[in-house]
């Protein structure tokens, strides 16, 4: 039995240039727990923090350079990153 996992790739690099994903946890300024979501109703990739902790809300990727991102991991082979898995 294979798993296929199919993700977006959101066109963005993180601050080591490596492509972020939809899926991907990442660190903003440091601060880890955000997911890499695609927002159905407003068309865009977002970071949203309510995984990790409720008061992170969700942000566009426009609030943030290049620099201030960083991928720790994914929800599939690091859920231990967040404090619940997404649904």
Same mark, same amino acid.
């Given at each position: +039995? %294979? $798993?296929i996992r199919v993700e977006s790739e959101v066109k963005e690099n993180d601050k080591n240039n490596k492509e972020i994903y939809e899926g991907d946890i990442v660190a903003l300024n440091s601060l880890p727990g955000f997911v890499v979501e695609y927002d159905e109703e407003n068309a865009r990739f977002?970071? #949203?923090g309510e995984y990790k902790d409720p008061e992170y809300g969700k942000c566009g990727f426009n609030l943030y350079s290049q620099? /201030? $991102? /960083? $991928? +720790?991991? #994914? $929800? %599939?082979e690091n859920p231990e990153l967040l404090n619940t898995t997404p649904q």
């Open positions: +039995l %294979y $798993i977002i970071f #949203n620099k /201030e $991102i /960083e $991928i +720790l991991g #994914n $929800i %599939y």
